[in-house]
Structure formats: structure tokens, C-alpha cells
């Protein structure tokens, strides 16, 4: 099993900066992408950033050139830098792992963190 905790969560003024971790623990040696979700009041859950495990990164569109995703590889910890925050970035952020078979056909899993709140004023 894996357990992810997030953290660096909280609130700023748009404009801003947050810089959210988590901390992988458990079976960590199974996740080969790791990656921030989130989701804001009346949406769904959407995909921020992903890094994979030879540290390609995906952004969505809405915070490419904001928002940077990396690792710490010896500590198990993946971080969200988050610049230039707005008030559309307000949501609860969930940090992703899964996990993927080695073999065809693949059979992926997905772990998740509790949360972490960023809320931007204007």
C-alpha cells in the first residue's frame, strides 16, 4: 500500500506564491508517475501537473509557464510550485500516485492524499 500526504496548503493574495509537498510513504517503489490534482467548488477533479519516473512533467494549460512540479527522489517527496496565483486556482489540491503492471495487458492504480486547501483572493 502507499500512503501520500500533502501539505503547504493555505491562503494568499492573487499574485502570490504556495509551494505544496507530499510525502510518499509505503510501497513507493511500485509509482512510476506522481502528480497534483484539483478541485474547485462545482467542478470536477482536473490533472495540474504530473512527472513521470524518468522526470518527464505534463501541465494543463491553464498554469503552464505559473507552475513547476518536481521530486525529490531520495526523500520521496514531489513538489507544487505555484507563482502568479489567481483566484481560478482556488480548490482543494490532491496529490496522485499509480502505479502501473510491468507486463500487457497493464493494470494501473491510482493512490491519492487527503488534500490540502489554497484559497487566492483578489
Known amino acids: 500500500q502507499v500512503q501520500l500526504v500533502e501539505s503547504g496548503g493555505g491562503s494568499v493574495q492573487a499574485g502570490g506564491s504556495l509551494r505544496l509537498s507530499c510525502a510518499a510513504s509505503?510501497?513507493?517503489?511500485?509509482?512510476?508517475?506522481m502528480g497534483w490534482y484539483r478541485q474547485a467548488p462545482g467542478k470536477e477533479r482536473e490533472l495540474v501537473a504530473s512527472?513521470?519516473?524518468?522526470?518527464?512533467?505534463n501541465y494543463a494549460d491553464s498554469v503552464k509557464g505559473r507552475f513547476t512540479i518536481s521530486r525529490d527522489n531520495a526523500k520521496t517527496v514531489v513538489y507544487l510550485q505555484m507563482n502568479s496565483l489567481t483566484p481560478e486556482d482556488t480548490a482543494d489540491y490532491y496529490c496522485?500516485?499509480?502505479?502501473?503492471?510491468?507486463?500487457?495487458?497493464?493494470?494501473?492504480?491510482?493512490?491519492w492524499g487527503q488534500g490540502t486547501q489554497v484559497s487566492v483572493s483578489s
Open positions: 512527472i513521470t519516473s524518468d522526470g518527464s512533467t
Open positions: 496522485n500516485g499509480r502505479s502501473r503492471s510491468r507486463t500487457w495487458p497493464y493494470r494501473f492504480n491510482d493512490y
Open positions: 509505503g510501497s513507493i517503489g511500485s509509482l512510476n508517475t
